[in-house]
């Protein structure tokens, strides 16, 4: 059963799906029902799940963040969909100090299996309240579990997946993808929780991004490709936990890495890789490694500053190059 | 009034077991057996004991960081929580909460949790679960009046209230938050008031008064259940030590501490069962020796248990142990 569709729909038929086969799953969250969800991935679920487990929640997203892991500590498994990354800061005491603990601080008595998904990501000329990346400071916290599905059978996989792990995941769905269109065989064995995934073989450089920037490093393989430089690219899929020996094996063959993080680069994930790749493969190396990451500033308002700001396939073409060029 | 001598009995016995505990902590304290934030609940036992009397085995509790008492209450071992403060592995957080992280999943006692007003969205979620699951519990959510001002507390009271969730909120309001007496923090002191304002049925109480606090939780949890809405009791106390080991008492007078202690739960109790002449007396030194042996059993079950194994110090951060 495989066929083209959208990343939006793939989101939806897994919670359709959860809610058709486990009475436990519901979805709550701002607009999620008579509105259909901010970026329309609800869209027709409260038509036929109904208003108690299709929930619109009032604009408190501490409230209903932390509801969320009430329901979930009280034998639910909610899906609680914050509408981006930015407003989930207001949630973050929830999020970080309840949810991520509660398993720790009980000595294993308690359990949070709760789904929190959220939009992230720039491109939309959004400005400096909604466009950031920041699944990064959430990859910080032990506790959760930071997904990133970047195509959409990982939108449609990293659901169902989520739903079943005991623990607190938090899934980023770059907003620029919604549209996105894909296979999806919902047959296919699911690429478990914290395995990165090789989209492309090489030799010569290892690619190691996740998201958007997933296709923005494709793209940018195929044009080295035509210059004799083949690149492996890695999509992480989870950021934590990160799969530290798909990295390390590409890092052995290839001896070179270029990272594409969306993220600032400051205190990053892409910070946190190459930390790892300098403790684990530092003597397989045959340059420094590089990254391309967005810009430092608070996202601007006008296109081409903020297409200037983001990492961009000429960009990572430009870096590889260099990388390619060290002796 | 008719007071049922059993029954004061047993609310005297679970108050001087929390008082003599918390003494002991104190001790054991001074001693650096226990460390980290100790908060005594010495002053407000009234309140624990008397909303655990309402509760039923099937209702879930949430207290905060001042928690010792409510875990007593609600019948979790005095030696589970004395060995989780000397973090030891035979505690019931195995000696990874301490003082302000007690749990019990047997007893449906969800913490022990140390973020002011954190606790109030997580009381929504485990009512709104028990609703759509259709059963037939309430969720018990303590806090002190400092969450009053945290937007958390007004985003929960009026989910709760919107969404008519079984849950009692039960306000320790003991005119303090750390030094910030609650004239100095808050517009509208009078804090049912302010739970009024979110259409939810709440009254003030006298928090020294174990009786007069147990009634008010029996008849709001009935009243729960009959109209599946949450109800709100603010419990006027007052506590008679510091906030914390780490407290110079800067901002009260000795005079209003001394004011209060005048209206001492447990000698409230006792008056209380001498106006109502009913003829039989509390046999104090039969409780206290009853009490000193629990605690003096505590102690020695805490201080006698093991440290946890270092090379567990990873465990339970995922449930099954994920590769970083
Ligand atoms: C969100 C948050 N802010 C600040 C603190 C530090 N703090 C711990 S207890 C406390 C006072 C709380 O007072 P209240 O809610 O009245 O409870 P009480 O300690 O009097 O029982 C403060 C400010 C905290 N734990 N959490």
Redesign the interface.
């Known amino acids: 059963m495989s066929g083209t569709i959208t990343y939006r729909e793939a989101v939806r038929a897994a919670i359709q799906e959860a809610m058709q086969n486990d009475e436990r799953v519901?979805l709550m969250g701002e607009d999620v029902g008579r509105y259909g969800g901010s970026y329309a991935v609800s869209k027709g679920l409260l038509e036929q799940f109904g208003g108690?487990?299709i929930i619109d929640?009032?604009l408190?997203e501490?409230?209903?963040?932390?509801?969320?892991?009430?329901?979930?500590?009280?034998?639910?498994r909610?899906i609680v969909e914050i509408m981006t990354v930015n407003f989930s800061l207001l949630a973050l005491?929830?999020i970080v100090?309840?949810a991520a603990t509660m398993?720790?601080?009980?000595?294993?008595?308690?359990?949070v299996p709760l789904v929190i998904r959220m939009a992230t990501g720039g491109g939309n000329q959004l400005g400096s309240q909604h466009s950031h990346s920041m699944e990064g400071w959430y990859a910080h916290v032990?506790?959760l579990?930071i997904l990133t599905p970047a195509t959409v059978q990982d939108a449609y996989d990293m659901l169902h997946l989520a739903l079943k792990?005991?623990?607190p995941v938090l899934i980023f769905e770059h907003a620029l993808l919604y549209n996105s269109k894909g296979e999806l065989d919902k047959q296919a064995v699911p690429i478990a929780i914290?395995k990165a995934s090789v989209h492309r073989q090489g030799k010569d450089i290892s690619i190691i991004t996740y998201g958007i920037s997933l296709f923005k490093s494709l793209e940018a393989a195929e044009i080295l490709s035509k210059e004799g430089i083949e690149a492996e690219v890695i999509d992480l899929r989870s950021l934590?936990?990160?799969d530290?020996e798909t990295i390390m094996a590409s890092v052995s063959k290839t001896h070179r890495v270029l990272i594409v993080d969306e993220g600032w680069k400051s205190g990053s994930v892409s910070a946190e890789i190459m930390a790892r790749i300098n403790e684990q493969a530092f003597y397989e190396l045959d340059a420094p490694m590089q990254r391309v990451c967005s810009i430092e500033v608070p996202f601007p308002y006008a296109r081409h500053l903020e297409q200037a700001a983001l990492p961009q396939v000429d960009k990572i073409v430009t870096a590889a190059q260099k990388l390619m060029e060290e002796l | 009034m008719q007071i049922d001598i059993n029954q004061a009995s047993s609310y005297y016995r679970q108050m001087l077991l929390i008082r003599r505990f918390e003494e002991k902590c104190m001790e054991l304290y001074s001693h650096e057996l226990i460390r980290g934030f100790l908060h005594l609940y010495i002053g407000e036992e009234a309140i624990a004991v008397g909303v655990m009397d309402a509760a039923g085995a099937e209702d879930?509790v949430i207290a905060t960081y001042r928690e010792h008492g409510h875990a007593l209450a609600r019948g979790i071992p005095a030696k589970a929580v004395m060995a989780e403060l000397l973090g030891k592995a035979e505690?019931?957080?195995?000696?990874?909460?301490g003082s302000m992280?007690i749990?019990?999943?047997k007893r449906r006692f969800?913490?022990?949790?140390a973020?002011v007003a954190?606790g109030?969205?997580?009381?929504?979620?485990?009512?709104?679960?028990?609703r759509?699951?259709k059963r037939d519990r309430v969720?018990i959510c303590f806090f002190g009046e400092g969450a009053v001002a945290e937007?958390?507390f007004h985003?929960?009271l009026?989910?709760a209230a919107?969404w008519r969730l079984p849950i009692l909120f039960v306000c320790e309001n003991n005119g303090y938050a750390m030094g910030t007496a609650l004239e100095r923090s808050e517009s509208e002191q009078n804090i049912a008031k302010k739970a009024s304002a979110y259409n939810i049925s709440a009254s003030q109480v006298d928090g020294m008064d174990v009786f007069a606090v147990a009634a008010s939780a029996k008849e709001a949890i009935a009243q729960i259940k009959e109209n599946s809405a949450p109800v709100f009791i603010e419990c006027l106390t007052y506590r008679f030590r510091a906030h914390s080991m780490f407290d110079a008492e800067l901002y009260r007078d000795k005079a209003e501490v001394e004011k209060w202690k005048q209206k001492d739960p447990l000698t409230l109790l006792k008056n209380q069962l001498e106006t109502a002449a009913s003829g039989s007396q509390l046999d104090e030194d039969a409780l206290e020796k009853e009490v000193a042996s629990v605690i003096g059993e505590a102690v020695a079950f805490a201080k006698n248990g093991t440290l946890e194994e270092v090379a567990d110090l990873e465990?339970?951060?995922?449930?099954?142990e994920?590769?970083?």
């Open positions: 519901f108690e487990r929640t009032p408190s501490s409230g209903f963040t932390g509801a969320g892991i009430g329901a979930a500590l009280n034998g639910m909610p005491d929830q100090n309840t398993r720790y601080m009980s000595g294993g008595q308690f359990n032990p506790g579990k792990d005991p623990d914290g934590r936990p990160l530290d | 879930a505690g019931c957080s195995r000696g990874r909460g992280h749990f019990d999943a969800y913490g022990g949790l973020i954190g109030l969205p997580l009381a929504v979620g485990m009512a709104l679960a028990d759509m699951m969720t937007g958390e985003e929960s009026n989910l919107l465990k339970f951060v995922y449930s099954e994920v590769q970083q």
